[in-house]
């Protein structure tokens, strides 16, 4: 937008891939009482959320802040009264915060230009002020686009008769203007941008550091300036460049999170247009359009849709809950009115999605809504001189104790909202409630909601005889693996298929094969800046229900009580559906009318006819639609010998895209019939280019055809309903991956990248999706559909009798190309075993050496060389450029412990590093062999299951890497199958042998780009010495991702490519996820370039590496080290059969089965040898070059040139002229890693603490002492516990002999990997992640003495609290919020009450609520034991009993004999606690609770415990199956080693 | 796809054979096959590779995991349509290839190898049992004209893929008999002539056209084809044996192996041998050379009745089991022992042989001297040892010393076709044709001596090239 310095996208960089996530915070006082006071807290607030927020290179440059307030009426009517400008009465005058040019030319025309609107629209323009400002505080970068800033004073004008109208009609003053000014060439490039425009409130914002807020606007700091609200905002960008007007807050809103749902958002925003009416806008709705500027953020896009739904007449609480409704499907808690308002608005509009909190106010009420998976946190409290104090976090006001009257969060969905005219706090039931209860929604929608399933079963068609079959299968694209590999599995076990390795085959646009137009896309996914959710074990949070059919008028929210509805379950549509929905006409009184419109064409106008064909498509489809039929199903089902179908995605997003244009898109329904779906990202990609729902008969019928191959037998009917069960759940996890949790909103969000595919052809038929390399365009695309119905209906021998074969999943002669062929894994293999340079440089040849058959990008790349090279032995030497080479992470437990130690050691005696991957690593490495080798990985992983992370495994690391994303299956956890758990694995993973091992989707610690750097933070107070590494996947915006990660204080960045390999993943994500390395690199690198980033951070790509030319063309893109996964393991052996899954590798690499272990060939020395060769072949292209070091090639791209002569007729398209771009470098700015990262360690309260507890790190004497904490004061504890770490391991030191007593406030990640030893006893209250990964320590929270509140009715910590941890106490008087102990290993906890999602994930440990839970407790809990008291009795609707048994306590009885007065309390709790976990439930439990008695004092518990009789009955216990089973399991095992020992004993052994 | 853990379960279990005494009392073939569920029990071993290092180990390019699949499924029928779409001839290939496929099975690495050569045989033989092998014959026809000159297995699967693209093919043959090398080279003990003459019924019914007892270059000038046909495809074999020229070659009893085994496969037939009878019965029988040939000279001398048959390699003993961590997948050096040699042979390595000694005109015995092997930068460089001249009693010495390049005169010299350095025709793989336009050249002819599966691939492949000539493009498969 305008107001930015930020370069129109050049290169790889674009601005519309820009994310930020940030502080929020409001100030109010409820009684509407106007001060200074809220303002001056607001800005205290902004300066403590300081760590929320970035620097970029220019210190003083933030990424923005801002605060909003009521209209300061006598602060304003005093200056204007100076300036001669009379003001009217308070509400009959607005005022507009204005952002002008410097250029007072221009800004006279932009300042008219306001003016005259004002007038055009009947209000009178008073004057002009201009607001002074300290631009001493901005940075060097931001001052030159510092604007004029001017606030302009309108009167209400005599056609609007009340506020309310005077607001809408400032809103169509603010829009047209903007139009007017933005839409003129000439100022097209100048800062114009209206901040705020209202009578009621006012925006001070800017690019201003948040603590500079009040220097730069000095009207902030004037006593007279008086507000009963303040609402702030600190921005984290992920990029640098400094943007006036993307500081919040908007009009309305400030927003911390991302809207993934944005594209989608926007294009039905759009697509409305025509279908909008408001009475109470009438003719000037017209005025408002464009209603959102493209490129704007999407908190600002939020913000336009709010304010028209406001100006429509939406009170704000219904706009919000419209926008982003609470999980309302399949909840059986919720209130049925409530159900009934959200069903009935999810027709009206699709959820704006993704992790949000969002702070909102008129000037009348202020509030705030969390997503309905409360994935950001909020934290508020009130006092008793009726202040409600709001932030992202706790202890950014210093309030007294003894003030605060409630202190609580805003959980996942609910809103909190403070009327200022009524002068009190409505909580969210009551709003809801009301709203809910205004209309009667139920009615309306029984008389208008029809199911597809309530319709009368139609009559289906019928499978076609084989050759025909056959025929439409090679038409449409079917190849043998897809029946055999896609098909046929999933109608046997109703699941995504799943295999392992990585993809190693070329883009679609390199194939020489005809490829369907799905294999251009890539998914997106999130990585940092949003996080996936888990779509099986957070399911109540997804939905796949779909309206099919016109959308009523957005802006007449009762209209819909009278237009028909139609509703489906899921998107995929039987045969027996699809002909419901083609008959509709006859059963629903004609509400609908459905007009079938086929997408096939005379064969006779070959390839060159599609164009004219879907020109005519698009025509008859919106003529279709004038004449009032409201569903289209687009339908190939006439394609034939004589006609060809154009691809059903194609034709789908042409339509689709015509008919937003046309404005006609809501006036529709979309469905579409087609053969050539088949696979889930099929599914995926037709949804998202706008299909309301599809119906895949091919698939179907060839399902039918199979029935008999299946062993068992399956019916017809269930191998359909398997096949949609998969499909249905694969287009859930794809969902998921990018953080959607409705296909609503998931419908035409088009989240994808094009790759390969001509920006003409994009632009006119995928409007809006991002691409760039260019690519083939209609012409290739119809011919590649010509050459399919060739095959079909021709009469090559070939296809007469048989399918094509494929060969994408496993290498075939006649199908696919494939890197890694039985000719390059066996010439590596002969070259690294024989130690023969030779032989490897055939090897590399055959990589290499594309002319015949294109297999990637980098294919097409040619060198410019040196005129004159230099000598190779002037070249940098081997043993310099060996430190940038890695092997990539591969956990032990994927991968079998021969293998993984293999490249340990063969990597630390080349001075290289090697990776452990997700899932600890066996301390016994740590230790060095006696032959002088070490099998240490220097590199250790920080995944999201956070197995094995403990202080001990953080400090024995050169580097910690965060995976963030993994190249073969980004956006997706993991899962290790209970049967590879063995006794070995478990340990290092501290589970139990024989349960299977989860890894969530996100990390629970980083649901935004602030959060990462939270975690990074984490792990550098561990582990200081250790450098920080962040691995993404390449898509577009990776770069704008890293730039954030820089920011965010990590030391290095890894870019993987789609091509990384895994041990097990859908196929689905192996295929389709991610994109090449070498556009995500070059992105990246131009990226933190262009910010000044790049000194900063080092840069590593993998994902596909495989040659010394591959190193050499990553570091002209912009690399300064390298990973090698596959490529390594194929040196120690690995023969790509793709079995990781099934732990049956024949050749011991990736397998558990000892048998097949012993079976392992490789010798450190072979994977030596590889990196050796690969080295030479980097030296001699160096010489070649003309380079000689390593750090002069880094990000040369001008030394790559694409290939001139490319033949192959869908290559040629290509353009890589912005992936080689170089980027400025103005001087002094590095281009390659060359700085070091402040990581803000100095001011760390740990130093304090280990100077304290030196006596204990020395000589373990235990040492007690106090300390202040606030919120600013983050991961207090871990510095310290890693130094006990390095000393003393994970034993760590005797339980207490280091007591810390804080008093305060304490900031995130409290007591984060707290070493054993250690007991922090907190008095006051603590953030978010307190505990994570505990390594042994005992945390004490409780509130301080001097507060009023009822505790265990109050907050008392954060949002996941305990993730990953592994062992240790905490002890919470009080309730937690959301995701309470998440993969929880070993850690004992007890707590007054918890959120939603409570120990999921858990593996181990013991975890006690005195209280409440929320919802989905237990949710893929695999291990330990959890004990809740239910006192209403409902725990069991709140429970996920997916993988847990809820029982009553299972020695109660024997408790019940054994009364506990109060002086045996001390006793009970120093007791051990039972090791059995199968049984001694109350009597652990009793423990528990004294314990917690001790330490908090707490009041439930004590009650609990004077009263066992009484309560102890009232706990359930959640006990994991899988858990029982394996304690049982082990009970077996030790009893019969127990027998045999008697035995032995017995005959005297 | 297949058993997951079939290979872990099921040990390898060839096909048996008769024992020696009985089968070497007669010419026919020997083999026990697995019963049909023992064959779909072997096939279970197949891991289905993510890369089938046997896939491409084949010369034809068998696909081999899907049709070891579709048998453990029992799934034959397509199993043999898997099979046939890529081999012409698999009953050939599954009985006389020596199944490079399964020296790059992946489970040859460490384990033994899936019997890929029984269960292709198994596949066809059942084919052809069922009836199922059914002549393809072509709906269109092209009007084009092709010869391809030399019947053996090279030019019938060129023959034959040629004639499902519609043309009109002739096959010219100098023998009585169509089939070449399979029907003259390849003792009947090991290769059944019916098994060539129900195949050649299938080329006949698709349109081949046989004509036996044409020699191109000889009875008919090669000049001619070129105006009678469109195209041309030479598919003669390198029938140029390799010669010892050391003294006393001239002497009688010396003879070059391929005459031998052609004359004994012509006497099986029942055919007339219009020279004199080269047999080995009560001889001591010296056979020169080591390989696949040698190897069937022992076979058919110890059928004759031979006092004795020594085998003789100039090369150093291979070892018994090849380092697989530097060969595989690759077809490794070892030492391989063929059921001729189970039935009674002497071998010896590092032989060669200074001169014939003869009396009467009849050689007598053999003058050999032991040879030292090193290695010199990567090439085997030989030197005689000293002293160690010993003699072999020989009745009938048999030359199985290869061959080195096809007949060059009469046809090829007639043609004009170019060679190549080796003295074979030269024509690249890319597109077979020959430095004279419209004719085509492939298998031994243009690659020099080799296997049968190699033949097959060349003969498919130029097929594909010749229809690509004549048509511009071509959906035949290689």
Known sequence: MRLTCSPPSQGLYDPRNEHDACGIGFVVDIKNRKSHQPIRQGLEILANLGHRGAVGADPLAGDGAGILIQLPDAFLRAECATLGIELPAFGDYAVAMVFLPRDSLVRGHSEAALQRTVAAEGQIFLGWRDVPTDNSCLGRSVRPTEPVIRQAFVQR???????????????????????????RELLSRQPFYIASFSSRTLVYKGMILARNLGVYYPDLRDERLESALALVHQRFSTNTFPSWELAHPFRYLCHNGEINTLRGNINWMLARRHNMRSEQLGADLEKLWPLIGDGASDSATFDNALELLLAAGYSLPHAMMLMVPEAWSDNPLMDPKRRAFYEYHAALMEPWDGPAAIAFTDGRQIGATLDRNGLRPARYLVTDDDQVIMASEMGVLPIPEEKIVK????????MLLIDLEQGRIIDDDEIKAQLAAAQPYQNWLDATQIHLKDLPTEIGPMAPDQETLLRRQQAFGYTQEDVRAFLNPMAVTGEDPISSMGRDIPPAVLSDRPKLIYDYFKQKFAQVTNPPIDPIREELVMSLVSFIGPRPNLLDPYSAGTQKRLEVKRPILANVDLERIRRIEYHVDRAFRTHTLSICYPVERGADGMGRALDDLCREAADVVRHGDNILILSDRDMDADHIAIPALLATAAVHHHLIRTGLRT????????GEAKRV????????????????????DTLTASLSSFVPPLSEADAHEHYTKAISKGILKVMSKMGISTYQSYCGAQIFEAVGLAEEFITRYFTGTQGVIEGIGLQEVARETVTRHKQAFGDAPLYREALDIGGELAFRIRGEQHAWTPETVS??????RSADYRQFKRYSRAMNDQRDHLRNLRGLFEFRFANTPIPLDEVEPASEIVKRLATGAMSFGSISWEAHTTLAIAMNRLGAKSNTGEGGEDPVRYIPLDNGDSARSAIKQVASGRFGVTAEYLVNADSLQIKMAQGAKPGEGGQLPGHKVNDWIARVRHSTPGVGLISPPPHHDIYSIEDLAQLIFDLKNTNPKAAISVKLVSEIGVGTVAAGVAKAHADHV??????GGTGASPLTSIQNAGSPWEIGLAETHQTLVRNHLRGRIAVQVDGGLRTGRDIVIGALLGADEFGFGTAALIAAGCVMMRKCHLNT?????????????????????????????????VREFMARLGFRTFDEMIGRADRLDMRRAIHHWKARGLDFTRLLAVPPTPPGVATYHCEEQDHGLSGALDHQFIAQAQPALDARQPVRFASMIRNSDRTAGAMLSGQIAR??????????????????TAGQSFGAFLARGITLELRGQANDYVGKGLSGGRIIVCPPPESRLRAEDNIIVGNTVMYGAIAGECYFRGVAGERFAVRNSGAIAVVEGAGDHGCEYMTGGVVVVLGRTGRNFAAGMSGGVAYVLDEEGDFDRRANKAMVALEPLNDLEETLKTPMLPEHWPDLAKSALPEDGLGHDAQRLRILVARHYLHTGSEPARRILEQWREWAPKFVKIMPLDYRRALQDMQVKIHAARLEEKADVAVGV | MGKPTGFLEIVRHEHGYAPVAERITHFRDFVAPLPESGVREQAARCMDCGIPYCHRGCPVHNIIPDWNDLVYRGNWRQALEVLHSTNNFPEFTGRICPAPCEASCTLNFNSQPVTIKDIECAIIDKGWAEGWVQPQIAAHRTGKRVAVIGSGPAGLACAQQLARAGHTVVVFEKNPRIGGLLRYGIPDFKLETWLIDRRLAQLQAEGVEFRPNSHVGADIPARNLLAEFDAIALTGGAEHPRDLKVPGRELGGIHFAMDFLTQQNRRVAGQKILEADILATDKDVIVIGGGDTGSDCVGTSIRQGARSVTQLEIMPKPPAHENKLLTWPDWPLKLRTSSSHEEGCERDWSVATKQFLGQDGQVTDLQLIRLEWRDDKGRQVMTETPGSEFNLKAGLVLLAMGFVHPVQEGMLRDLGVGLDERGNVAASTADYQTSVNKVFAAGDMRRGQSLVVWAIREGRQCARAVDEYLMGNSELPT
Not at chain 1, 667 to 674: A, C, H, K, N, P
Not at chain 1, 827 to 832: I, P, R, T, Y
């Open chain 1, 157 to 183: 004008g005599p056609n609007c008769p009340d506020t309310a109208a005077f607001e809408r009609k400032l809103f169509v003053i603010r829009k047209q203007t903007h139009h007017a000014i933005w839409d």
């Open chain 1, 407 to 414: 202190k609580w969060r805003l959980q996942p969905g609910k």
């Open chain 1, 1287 to 1304: 000393r003393y391991g994970h034993a760590g030191l005797p339980d207490d002999t280091i007591h810390i007593d804080l008093n305060g």
């Open chain 1, 667 to 674: 006036e529709v329904g979309l469905v579409i019939e087609t």
């Open chain 1, 681 to 700: 990202h099929d599914f995926c990609l037709l949804a998202g280019y706008g299909a309301e729902a599809i119906n895949p008969w091919l698939a179907f």
């Open chain 1, 1145 to 1177: 590798c024949p050749v011991g690499v990736a397998t558990q089965d000892p048998e097949l272990r012993n079976r392992f060939p490789g010798q450190p020395a072979h994977v030596i040898n590889l990196f050796t060769f690969l080295i030479e072949e």
């Open chain 1, 827 to 832: 010439l590596l293999q002969h070259a690294v």
């Open chain 1, 1054 to 1059: 890894t870019i993987s490519g789609e091509d």
